[in-house]
């Protein structure tokens, strides 16, 4: 039990990651990223890649997968600097399926869909699992911290005042002399990285990756984590990332014992908690559990 609680903090994290990265680009800068899911897999995949064939270290291999997922971002975000609202969205999750289109057809690379198995992680095969799974837990548990340091760095800053300035209304942003596409691709970039750190991070852990792992249905949840957290409060994304982690588990439990349900029906049953959890939180914090505070500048 002890083993199975580790395990399920990790993955917490790892969605804390994912929610911080939405976090600065939507809850900071405004603009809709679904394809959430298409960064996070870009990332699994450059450092599986590098740490499995080309024999690179783990933190090489982390670092790659955040430069290359920022320039990936940064490419995404110049193409559609100057879109909004749905058209934006449409973009974003348009990406994500090409990410998975190319993992599962380019089998020379890939292995398609029978995924890329064996992917290195510290210690593996040196300590006993549970052991792993602690090591594994303090690395998340200190990016994510320092994730978390960075973000709140970045909200306080001048720099993050413009992002929500942009947010609100970027015309007059730009008409008080602000580069706001430059400002959009850096964020939109920061973010794209830190999604692929995340994917990086998922990528070693579970010693194994596949097109399949990578649904649409991750950038819906990371989604509904940061509205439960509360869009714009970086503390909030990563209290949102835990709960939607606690009612995927939790439900496990509840809708275990049902009779008569096949595993899809389970399933279904599953995903319905899961939604009606959200919605009750919802309900009762509509700004989110931690709602944003717009921080006071700093006077000298």
Known sequence: MDN?????ATF?????????GLNLVWGMAGMINLGLVGFFAFGAYVSALLTKKAGWPMAAGLVAAIVLTAAAGAVVALVTARLRGDYLAIITLGFSEVIRLVASNEIWLTNGTDGISGIPG???GQ????????????????????ALFLM?????APYGRVLRAIRDDDQVAAVAGKAVVAFK???FAVSAGLLGLAGGLFAHYT??????????????YVVLALTAG????NRGAVLGAALVVFFMESTRFVTGGLPGLKPVQVAAVRELLIGLSLIVVLRVRPAGLLPERIPRPVTP
């Open 207 to 220: 010693s194994f990756i596949a097109p399949d792992g990578f649904t649409s249905l991750i950038s819906i």
């Open 4 to 8: 199975y609680l580790v395990a399920m």
């Open 185 to 187: 691709v850096e964020a």
């Open 230 to 233: 509360g869009t714009g409060n």
């Open 152 to 156: 709140e760095r970045v909200r306080g």
């Open 12 to 20: 917490a994290g790892i969605y804390a990651l994912l929610a911080l």
């Open 127 to 146: 300590v006993t699992p549970a052991t792993f799974n602690l090591i594994y837990l303090v690395i998340v548990a200190v990016v994510v911290l320092a």
């Open 122 to 124: 510290p210690a593996r």
